[in-house]
RNA sequence: GGAGAGAUGGCAGAGUGGUUGAAUGCGGCGGUCUUGAAAACCGUUGACCGUUCGCGCGGUCCGGGGGUUCGAAUCCCUCUCUCUCCGCCA
């Protein structure tokens, strides 16, 4: 959520910006100004006719207390007209909030200046590229052969048991999403991130807060039993613990770090695109999140995406960054890298990662905020990041290091898997 | 699931209808003392909204929502959460 007050002060600022996400934000802007200013009006009315009401009341008080009763039963009545036109006021002002509130939900976090125009993925643009596409010749499987020759994830049992996206992972298919997530883990710790395990779901609030909902509330399972919602990422439990609090200044950077398998609905398409792992309804990620300081948060964004390029680079794993256009870049985020890598038998680039600085666009909506030197509080900033998702390194892990004698484990990973091949 | 108790400032904890946004203690911050620190002493210390160039002023907030009243942290209703006991259970 943007800041009212910026963008009563920068509205033809905050128009252009928007444009970059391809948001034409003139007619809202005017609609939410329009509220705001109803609503200010409606307020001013308000707290004037309480602070006489208030005043009114201490008076009566005092009237009872000296015996004065002619006096207070006058200033009751006074009091009453009041109280009448106050309720008025207030109904009116609530409205004009409520507008207010509804329409700033719907406009989009500001983009980085750095951010390309662009309507789609296409016009993402590539910042970085390292590592070599393997030649794996004419026997070369996609990954949904290889589960199956290997037996180490089952898609059609999860089907059986669950339903399509649910897959079962066996033996050292099993192992192997252990060792990833372990090996994940230890890296981000190595770096100073805090590990935690969270609830794998969460209320309303903690929707509202991260900026799942109330638009993309589709894509969450709900249990609506008991009005939960499974976590599409530990993004939400991570970020929303510090939902509504107000940090000190030498608390920054904070650096949190979990494990989660992660829910999606995605009642999406069907086909070559989402065959085998590479779109799942359940899946296993590991996430960092950072609360930081405003001035310092695009510096932790480029630590952030090291610190990916790092987890690919260790996992020999050909990959390239790309900076997400206007079009591409979500509704929270200001700016995004994604992460992909090449899969060589599909042979094609598959998104394992996205990092991203929201700015102060989702303190604002969970008021996080951090005290200043001069005891002044301000909006945070917060990033997140995939590091990494599971499923897709695993289908490229298996695709490009596959071999007559069986898929090789790059070593990085063996230490954690406590085997070289799957044969 | 059944029965009961409770929810007050960063924390602990007073406060049951009239200058109580809220005693007191701890913590935090500033100062005195000290070579420095501790102790002691003094002072200070909530958030949000509106208004103002600013000092300031006004309003709202004692778990959330609603009600009673001229007036509510204090009374009533409701929801949520926490704790204790019982039941069930990894």
Known sequence: ?????????????????????????????????EADAERRNAQKQLDDTLAISKKLAKEIGMFFKTGEKEKAEEARNNSTELKQKAKELEVSMNKAASK??????????????????????????????????????????????????????????????????????????????????NFFIDEAI???????????????????????????????????????????????????????????????????????????????????????????HQFDKVEIVQIEHPGKSYETLEKMKDHVANLLRKLELPFRILRLCGGDV??????????????????????????????????NRMMLRYKDKEGKTNLAHTLNGSALALPRIVAALLENNQTAEGITIPKALVPYTGFEIID
Request: hydrophobic residues 35%; charged residues 25%; contains cysteine.
């Open 190 to 280: 190595e770096i100073g991130y805090l590990e935690y395990q969270t609830p794998l779901l969460i209320n309303e609030a903690s929707g509202y807060g991260t900026g799942q909902l109330p638009d993309k509330e589709g894509q969450m399972y709900h249990a609506t039993e008991d009005n939960l919602y499974l976590i599409p990422t530990a993004e939400v439990p991570l970020t929303n613990i510090y939902r509504n609090t107000i940090l000190k200044e030498t608390d920054f950077p904070i650096k949190n770090v979990a494990y989660s398998s992660c829910f999606r609905r995605e009642a999406g398409s069907y086909g070559k695109d989402v065959r085998g792992l590479n779109r799942l």
């Open 330 to 363: 979500s509704f929270t985020a200001a700016l995004t890298y994604d992460f992909e890598v090449y899969s060589a038998a599909q042979e094609r680039w598959l998104e394992v990662s996205s990092v991203s600085n929201f700015e102060n666009f989702q303190a």
């Open 1 to 33: 959520m943007l800041q009212l007050k910026y963008i009563r002060e920068n509205k033809q600022e905050v128009i252009e910006r928007l444009k970059i996400k391809n948001f034409d934000a003139t007619k809202i802007v005017d609609e939410l100004l």
């Open 100 to 181: 207010t509130k509804e329409l700033l939900l719907e406009i989009p976090n500001l983009p980085h200046s750095s951010v390309p125009p662009g309507k789609s993925e296409q016009d993402n643009i590539v910042v970085f590229e390292e590592g070599e596409i393997p030649e794996l010749g004419e026997n070369k499987v996609p990954h949904w052969e290889l589960t199956d020759k290997y037996k180490i994830i089952d898609f059609d049992l999860g089907s059986k048991v669950s339903g399509a996206g649910f897959p079962f992972y066996r033996g050292k298919g099993a192992k192997l999403q252990r060792a990833l997530i």
